[in-house]
């Protein structure tokens, strides 16, 4: 058994990395986001990522571009996260571990698009059309690629997850609470 496995899942503004930074902090677990390691292979082909807005830049766009031409950027990135969910006492957020690792505590958060773009724009300076337009993209070209990849339905196929919570209405504490519950409640955990 390799400890607590804990893989957050759902659409770019759904709040994955807070919900994952706050787990992993409240449980002493390691938190390892599935954007870093595609922002790793950025910097192998010469982008310059910085910060969680990046994805949101010309430059961060160009490269999303680049990788649904090349799906073995998502391959690569997803067989990492395998491997340190393998190693155990991790969070993860990623779009697709899930499906790939069954034996973590899954959770899926959704939020309407509109919610979605307001935070995306809140966090990257955006205007909220703007947000509105790469949200909609994005969702849709991930989902294309994920299907073509691994034959899943993004926000349509929730079979993997324990525990699936909107945090349209939601503020992040209360995220945090309700997840940390049933994570506790999962693991046995006191």
Known sequence: MPGIVICISGFAGSGKSTLG????EALGLTYVS????LKLLA??????PGGVEWWETADGLRFLEERLRNPDFDKEVDQ???????????????WVLPWLYKAGFNIWLKASLEVRARRVSRRSGISFEEALRMLEKRD???????????????????EPFHLVLDTSHLDEDSVFRIA???????????
């Open 21 to 24: 930074r706050r787990l992993a």
């Open 180 to 190: 940390l519950t049933a994570v506790k409640e999962f693991f046995k955990l006191v």
């Open 43 to 48: 910097i192998k082909r010469g982008y310059r």
């Open 80 to 94: 990492q996260l395998v491997e340190l969910a393998e190693r155990g006492n991790v969070v993860i957020d990623s």
């Open 34 to 37: 599935g954007g870093d390691g």
């Open 140 to 158: 849709r070209e991930s989902s294309e690629l994920y299907r073509r990849i691994y034959g899943i339905e993004l926000g349509k196929d929730f």
